[in-house]
């Protein structure tokens, strides 16, 4: 089982569309975790950390469930510049050692 | 604020050759991580440096990679000899200290294509 499982790719929807994105985690240990974006043939860029109590940052929302050690992110009013791949990042133990999910690939079209 | 430089941003090489990968992380970055991202997967860590000193080296391939950070501030990344599933894409990233929930930040990476 991998340490860190995304929904398989692509999703593909229209602009303006909601679109949520689902993750789980098998290492009951973990301590943070993130949502990472990235665009093709570009570096992993931070787009949000997901905290227990559920946290928004514009039209993201990001979900943790740590008894079910699953996390989501929802876009809503999706952007053609949404497009890119979301990775699920989880952080375990004190050492900031990140395990990264394989990437959900989004793509908006007009 | 200057990013993690990283160079070079492409190689090509045969395999058994050798190749080497430089990064410089952000100023005053005390941790500096090395990843390996292979075409259609999440960056894998590869070694983690504090400082100048290895905090985590378990999934490094130590038979053919090895890796420094001699003066705590900029690292090299080497693989002798190449195969091809050594293929993909080598990330730096550097955070201010390594405590869990620090950002880490990324630089663009050297695309390696082994033939």
């Known amino acids: 089982r991998k340490e860190v499982e995304q929904d398989p790719g692509p999703f593909n929807v229209p602009e303006g569309a909601t679109v949520a994105f689902n993750c789980t985690y098998s290492?009951?240990?973990?301590?943070?975790f993130f949502w990472y974006r990235q665009d093709c043939r570009k570096e992993p860029k931070l787009l949000m950390s997901v905290y227990s109590s559920g946290n928004e940052d514009g039209r993201f929302t990001a979900q943790l469930n740590r008894a079910s050690q699953y996390i989501s992110l929802l876009i809503r009013d999706s952007k053609l510049s949404d497009s890119a791949t979301y990775l699920c990042v989880v952080n375990i133990g004190q050492g900031g050692k990140l395990i990264f999910g394989q990437g959900t690939e989004l793509s908006v079209k007009p | 604020e200057a990013g993690v430089a990283q160079s070079p941003r492409y190689k090509i090489i045969e395999k058994r050759q050798s190749v080497a990968f430089w990064c410089n992380p952000i100023?005053?970055?005390?941790?500096l991580y090395w990843y390996q991202q292979i075409l259609g997967q999440g960056p894998k860590l590869l070694i983690q440096f504090q400082n100048n000193g290895v905090v985590d080296d378990s999934q490094l391939p130590k038979d053919r990679f090895s890796a420094e950070r001699l003066k705590g501030v900029d690292s090299t990344l080497k693989i002798q000899p190449a195969k091809l599933e050594d293929s993909a894409v080598y990330l730096c990233?550097?955070?201010?200290?390594?405590?869990?929930?620090?950002?880490?930040?990324f630089g663009d990476g050297t695309r390696l294509s082994i033939l």
């Open positions: 100023s005053g970055h005390a941790t």
């Open positions: 290492n009951s240990a973990s301590q943070s």
């Open positions: 990233a550097s955070s201010l200290n390594s405590p869990a929930g620090q950002p880490q930040h």
